[in-house]
T-cell receptor, first 115, second 112 residues
């Protein structure tokens, strides 16, 4: 499968714990996005990378959230000191930006439940 | 502030019927409008997309109609099938931007 992959697919954690999610984009895609989706809502943008540079962060991305994309390949999203409000589906998407046009392809998501 | 408003929230259609989902936007800088389909437990999958230089785009049973002056666009699913039962999201993006701004979604149920 050459699509976007995310691991783990599900994560249950206790409030206050740290969690880390991984996203592997489609090969050669230079942009990588993180979105959060809560039940019954559309995805909301969190942050994105172009190659290894993090170019934009949403106001939704509190200080407890950090994302990295070392070497411009896979990306990790870490949530420190999780809160119950962090429970959501975390979606990764990748794209190849070319002539200012792109199509974002989404992965299956990581569903986080904070108890 | 909801930048992309989607309606209806839910839609029930008989097999073979036409499903119509509408979206409206406020940001005139938006110039790319994709529709995504999402099944339970899966990530959104791109269905069809349009840019404002055309008023309609058709791919198979799926058609986007776009009204730039009204700042509205809609998805039409012809000959709806039970397999089309999913949640549909409209979205929008600025040329100079990166993020997709999504509508709230429409849960479509196609009865056999």
């Amino acid at each position: 499968d050459t699509g976007v992959s995310q691991n783990p697919r599900h994560k249950i954690t206790k409030r206050g714990q740290n969690v880390t999610f991984r996203c592997d984009p489609i090969s050669e895609h230079n942009r990588l996005y993180w979105y959060r989706q809560t039940l019954g809502q559309g995805p909301e943008f969190l942050t994105y990378f172009q190659n290894e540079a993090q170019l934009e962060k949403s106001r939704l991305l509190s200080d407890r959230f950090s994302a990295e994309r070392p070497k411009g390949s896979f990306s990790t999203l870490e949530i420190q000191r999780t809160e119950q409000g962090d429970s959501a589906m975390y979606l990764c998407a990748s794209s190849l930006i070319r002539l200012n046009q792109e199509t974002q392809y989404f992965g299956p998501g990581t569903r986080l439940l904070v108890l | 502030q909801q930048q992309v408003k989607q309606s209806p929230q839910s839609l029930i259609v008989q097999k073979g019927g036409i499903s119509i989902i509408n979206c409206a936007y406020e940001n005139t800088a938006f110039d790319y409008f994709p529709w995504y389909q999402q099944f339970p437990g899966k990530g959104p999958a791109l269905l069809i997309a349009i840019r404002p230089d055309v008023s309609e785009k058709k791919e198979g049973r799926f058609t986007i109609s776009f009204n730039k002056s009204a700042k509205q666009f809609s998805l039409h699913i012809m000959d709806s099938q039970p397999g089309d039962s999913a949640t549909y999201f409209c979205a929008a993006k600025e040329t100079s931007g990166s993020r997709l701004t999504f509508g709230e979604g429409t849960q479509l149920t196609v009865n056999p």
